[in-house]
């Protein structure tokens, strides 16, 4: 058995995407998909280094807000990058899950973009979620994004 020791997670700050670039990111989140941009800045030095381990890194980033979410787009550059993005399925690889009123007019509109559903929306078939449609979407630098769209778009989630 580990040591006890006394913390508490109060809440969720914001999610975060490495992006190749900040500003086609930038165009896909505020005018694709209608989230308000907060800030933008800059990062580096010793202070990224040690809290991403990407030494040497310069860093633009945005944060933008979209249905109360804090997300963070981060253009790293001056560090190696993989030459292939990860895929939905590797381990440690997460995604971001939004709710949307129409995914068929989303998929249609993000498209633009560069972002690519993984397949066709699906039904889930049975329990606390029955009939909402599901698509895994995949962007230009590999990052994941679920929507849903639940059977009934008029409640409230």
């Given at each position: 058995?580990?040591?006890?020791?006394?913390?508490?997670?109060?809440?969720?700050?914001?999610?975060?995407?490495?992006?190749?670039?900040?500003?086609?990111?930038?165009?896909?989140?505020?005018?694709?998909?209608?989230?308000?941009?907060?800030?933008?800045?800059?990062?580096?030095?010793?202070?990224?280094?040690?809290?991403?381990?990407?030494?040497?890194?310069?860093?633009?980033?945005?944060?933008?807000?979209?249905?109360?979410?804090?997300?963070?787009?981060?253009?790293?550059?001056?560090?190696?990058?993989?030459?292939?993005?990860?895929?939905?399925?590797?381990?440690?690889?997460?995604?971001?899950?939004?709710?949307?009123?129409?995914?068929?007019?989303?998929l249609l509109k993000i498209?633009?973009?560069?972002?690519?559903?993984?397949g066709t929306p699906q039904?889930?078939?049975?329990?606390?979620?029955?009939?909402?449609?599901?698509?895994?979407?995949?962007?230009?630098?590999?990052?994941?994004?679920?929507?849903?769209?639940?059977?009934?778009?008029?409640?409230?989630?």
């Open positions: 058995m580990t040591k006890q020791s006394n913390f508490q997670v109060r809440r969720a700050d914001h999610v975060g995407f490495a992006v190749a670039s900040l500003d086609e990111s930038l165009s896909f989140w505020v005018d694709g998909l209608g989230a308000r941009l907060l800030r933008t800045g800059e990062m580096g030095g010793e202070f990224l280094g040690q809290v991403t381990g990407a030494h040497g890194a310069q860093v633009r980033m945005a944060i933008v807000s979209l249905a109360d979410q804090t997300i963070e787009l981060l253009e790293y550059q001056g560090v190696d990058r993989p030459s292939a993005s990860a895929k939905p399925f590797d381990p440690g690889f997460a995604h971001l899950a939004l709710v949307v009123d129409d995914i068929d007019a989303l498209a633009a973009y560069g972002w690519k559903a993984q039904s889930i078939a049975g329990g606390a979620r029955a009939g909402t449609r599901v698509i895994y979407v995949v962007g230009p630098d590999g990052a994941t994004i679920e929507f849903m769209q639940p059977l009934a778009t008029t409640q409230n989630d």
